[in-house]
């Protein structure tokens, strides 16, 4: 045994932390909305008297102090599911209020409010992104991984396709030669694995996949970037209309968007609304083109393009468009992230290559070079 061993001390990602992060993305962004519906449709009503008001961000605090103790007190994975969905209720229960927060008359519905919602929300998916293109390519974190897995036979929840994915992903760790501690202790784990002693529960049919396997990704990338590209089009002549026929053809569109807008009050934001224009412009552009290249078969090109459209179109002009329409823009804004999300699915299943078993997500770790 070696008595003298460096340690480790860098940090290693939670294996499951995209998925967390994602559910606590949705759960933040229904909380908004669910919350905003549910007061306009109520008419605003408080919790309180005359000498106190318990706003939702003080049960945004509760939910956000729950989901912390739970992931303190409990190991359990489904520990981690209902805290991550705390997380987000209470996340969105107190950034509801943000406009409070920033003006000095406790404005609620102060027009920048939104715009820093969107933001919030943004920063998160950026997080959710980032983890989901990150690769485990050490030793160390490959092992973490795999014994996070082995909580399923701790609870009697494992899967054959999980069975067969950690034999695979062992193998290779046994074989490795940058930390023989570990490939003894993958060869530990993999002779228990192959030892059939641990129940082992049928696979179960993911519904998503069974739809996805049905409807054909390609025609639903058609038609969502068809849609998208007359929308543009839309944008385009609103755009033509204000900058050079505002007084004669621009009664019908001007009147009603521009001039009637409560956002629009001055020139800056005037010009700030044809910034938002231009860029619907040059977007719907992007679409256009994706759709040609497309429907030529010029997949990856068409994907680059259309992915770049959504990403400005989510990112940037979405967050001006947030402060125009306020939260009008939700629906608009859930669908663009549904067409990306469809567009990874197929750039990740269609373009890219693929690998056998675990490896098409997570690398496996290679053997160091003596």
Do not use: C
């Not at 990112?315 to 990306?340: C, G, K, R």
């Amino acid at each position: 045994m070696t008595t003298l061993s460096p340690r480790f001390h860098n940090l290693v990602r939670n294996p499951q932390a995209a998925n967390y992060i994602l559910l606590t993305l949705v759960t933040f962004g229904i909380t908004v909305v669910g919350t905003r519906l549910y007061l306009e449709l109520t008419g605003y009503p408080q919790l309180g008297n005359k000498t106190f008001h318990i706003a939702h961000a003080l049960w945004g605090g509760l939910f956000l102090i729950i989901a912390v103790l739970l992931l303190l007190i409990f190991v359990n994975r489904y520990m981690d599911v209902i805290g991550a969905i705390l997380a987000g209720v209470g996340v969105g229960l107190f950034i509801d209020e943000v406009g409070k927060f920033i003006t000095q008359s406790n404005d609620y519905f102060f027009p920048l409010a939104a715009p820093i919602i969107y933001v919030a929300f943004l920063l998160i998916l950026m997080v959710y992104l980032s983890l989901r293109r990150q690769r485990f390519t050490r030793v160390r974190g490959e092992m973490y991984d795999i014994l996070e897995e082995f909580q399923e036979i701790l609870d009697n929840d494992l899967q054959q396709r999980e069975y067969t994915a950690l034999v695979n992903r062992l193998q290779p760790l046994t074989r490795q030669i940058e930390r023989p501690d570990l490939a003894a202790l993958a060869q530990a784990l993999l002779g228990y694995l192959e030892s059939n002693t641990q129940y082992i529960r049928p696979d179960e049919e993911n519904e998503l996949t069974r739809l996805f396997d049905r409807l054909t990704l390609r025609r639903l990338l058609i038609v969502a970037m068809m849609a998208l590209s007359f929308l543009s089009g839309a944008a385009i002549l609103l755009l033509l209309l204000v900058v050079f026929d505002r007084d004669t053809l621009g009664d019908l569109f001007v009147e009603d968007i521009i001039r009637d807008n409560i956002r629009v009050t001055d020139m800056t934001s005037f010009v700030s609304y044809l910034v938002l224009l231009s860029g619907q412009v040059v977007t719907g552009v992007l679409y256009i083109a994706a759709l040609g290249l497309f429907w030529k078969r010029r997949e990856i090109l068409a994907m680059n393009l259309g992915s770049a459209a959504l990403v400005v179109s989510i990112t940037v002009l979405n967050t001006l468009d947030f402060y125009f329409n306020q939260f009008a823009v939700v629906l608009d804004s859930l669908a663009l992230f549904a067409i990306l999300l469809l567009m990874m699915r197929y750039r990740a299943r269609y373009l890219m290559p693929q690998s056998s078993g675990r490896e098409s997500s997570q690398s496996s770790p290679q053997p160091a070079a003596p």
